[in-house]
């Protein structure tokens, strides 16, 4: 099983981006996909979270209201689209997989994870 990212790049302050998370491989019936960013030398921040069983959602203040995370409709890939991104936006984004359907933001309570993908938000 492996959980996939796709979609990072450079933008300027401001734009946007959307990325992506394969799950096509978990199988499980009822789990919770999050994702998660992390800068050089700080711990790795839970953002945004999404339940597969109702497609309920949880988000970290620090993203709340510019950053969304959804579901396909064949529940394959998991996005987060990113709006009014500014350069405290800059990080490596993670996708998780918790085997659990519960809305948590904790990197400890995930325990699949993607590889990781860079988004850079700079004039």
């Known amino acids: 099983v492996q959980l996939v990212e796709s979609g990072g790049g450079l933008v300027q302050p401001g734009g946007s981006l959307r990325l992506s998370c394969d799950v096509s491989?978990?199988?499980?019936?009822?789990?919770?996909i999050a994702w998660f960013r992390q800068v050089p030398e700080k711990e790795r921040e839970g953002i945004a979270v999404i339940s597969s069983s109702d497609s309920t959602t949880e988000y970290a203040d620090s993203v709340k209201g510019r950053f969304t995370i959804s579901f396909d409709d064949t529940k394959t890939t998991v996005y987060l689209q990113l709006n009014s991104l500014k350069p405290e936006d800059t990080a490596v984004y993670y996708c998780?997989?918790?085997?659990?359907?519960?809305?948590?933001?904790?990197?400890?309570?995930?325990?699949?994870w993607g590889q990781g993908t860079q988004v850079t938000v700079s004039p």
């Open positions: 998780a997989a918790d085997y659990a359907d519960l809305l948590r933001l904790d990197p400890t309570d995930y325990g699949l």
């Open positions: 491989g978990f199988s499980f019936d009822d789990y919770a």
